[in-house]
């Protein structure tokens, strides 16, 4: 396992005050989420606004920033309750800035997100929803344990044309010790 890869090269916590520009950069910069994360120019305080109301962690969804050793803030990591009951099923999301993609921290954020809600949640399934096109994405919730499940043809408008979303899953029963 190279040092990249190991799940304490980076962190969750809670995000702060001092985190709002790293908050407002992903509402006005389209490359910070990524191709396939941005949604398009909207309101530049929106996740400032939601950070304000709640520090963006409620009962019903959640967002945590994701941040190195040294405390930086290189992405965000996010979950909602679903299912029925309520609770049974949370969809989680991840995004890393564009400096630091490709060097295993998207996938060790993502382990401890599935860890964390499985050991403090009544959680039995955990999903992701990517683009289709997002290989990425894919690569690192298959290094987590999750199985690709469905494609939901032309769900998304992105980029002027209607693309497919896979659905992936990993139950509760499927967790593996140790998974990267």
């Not at 709640?54 to 992405?75: C, K, L, Q, W």
């Not at 044309?161 to 010790?177: A, F, K, Q, T, W």
Request: charged share 25%; proline share 4%.
């Amino acid at each position: 396992m190279t040092p990249a890869n190991r799940q304490d090269t980076v962190r969750l916590r809670a995000f702060t005050e001092g985190d709002l520009s790293f908050l407002d950069r992903l509402c006005t910069d389209p490359d910070a989420l990524g191709e396939f994360e941005w949604p398009g120019f909207g309101d530049p305080r929106a996740r400032r606004k939601r950070w304000e109301s709640d520090g963006y962690i409620s009962a019903e969804s959640a967002a945590v920033a994701i941040v190195r050793a040294d405390d930086t803030v290189i992405g965000i990591a996010s979950w909602k309750r679903g299912g029925f009951p309520l609770g049974v099923t949370y969809e989680i999301g991840a995004a890393v800035l564009p400096e630091h993609r490709g060097q295993g921290v998207g996938t060790a954020a993502q382990k401890q997100l599935v860890d964390y809600l499985l050991d403090h949640t009544t959680a039995n399934r955990i999903e992701a929803l990517t683009n289709g096109g997002n290989f990425g994405e894919q690569k690192v919730l298959e290094r987590v344990g999750f199985r690709k499940e469905a494609v939901m043809r032309g769900r998304s408008f992105q980029h002027g044309e209607y693309v497919d979303v896979l659905v992936y899953g990993l139950l509760r029963s499927e967790r593996r010790p140790g998974t990267p």
